[in-house]
Every structure is written in C-alpha cells, then in structure tokens.
Nanobody, 121 residues
Framework: VQLQASGGGLVQAGGSLRLSCAAS????????MGWFRQAPGKEREFVAV????????YYADSVKGRFTLSRDNAKNTVYLQMNSLKPEDTAVYYC???????????????WGQGTLVTVSS
C-alpha cells in the first residue's frame, strides 16, 4: 500500500482544513487507517484511527470534538476534517495503514509522506 497525504496549509486559529490520504495498491479496505502528527522537536503522536469498515473511530483527547475522520473505500481515500484549529495543532500530519486497530505508531506498516499544517494565532 502506498499512501499520499495532501491538504495541508496555513490557516488562522479557529479555521478549518481537510486532509486527504489517497491509497494505491490492493486491499486498502482491509487496513485500519490512522493519522499521526509531529511538531518540531516533538515525538510523533497519535491523532485518530478509523477501522477498515469505518464503523469504529477513535480520537486522541486533544482533537476529540474538533476533528472528524472518515473513509471512502470506493475511492481508496481517508479524510481528516479539522475544525476549530489551534496553534498547538501545527505539525506535519501523516497518514498510515495497519492491520491492527491501534494508537501506537509502531503498529503501522505503511506511511504517507506527510503534509504540513500551520495554524497561526
């Protein structure tokens, strides 16, 4: 599975962005899909995960109620809608695929290249 993240950019605090992660290759619908982010000088942290069917979604507390994760298996794409953005959301955002439904980056087998989100105050 190859992943391509897009949709990052510069936005003011309180604004919104929608990230996309397009997958190529076979069996996309068999993978759970997660988003992680990494701010400068910090560890890569979990943001959200969606099960292969889309029936289960889990968010980090820091984004719960503001971010919405969804997927379209017919289009091999996962979407992360980010609302009410804060300066602390500034980071490079990565999508990743895993056969496990989890929040640890070590459980993910495939990674996209990352897309930069910058939230100005």
């Amino acid at each position: 599975v190859q992943l391509q993240a897009s949709g990052g950019g510069l936005v003011q605090a309180g604004g919104s962005l929608r990230l996309s992660c397009a997958a190529s290759g076979r069996n996309f619908s068999r993978y759970h899909m997660g988003w992680f982010r990494q701010a400068p000088g910090k560890e890569r942290e979990f943001v959200a995960v969606i099960s292969w069917s889309g029936g289960s979604i889990y968010y980090a507390d820091s984004v719960k109620g503001r971010f919405t994760l969804s997927r379209d298996n017919a289009k091999n794409t996962v979407y992360l809608q980010m609302n009410s953005l804060k300066p602390e959301d500034t980071a490079v955002y990565y999508c990743a695929a895993s056969k496990l439904y989890g929040s640890s980056r070590y459980e993910y087998d495939y990674w996209g290249q990352g897309t930069l989100v910058t939230v100005s105050s």
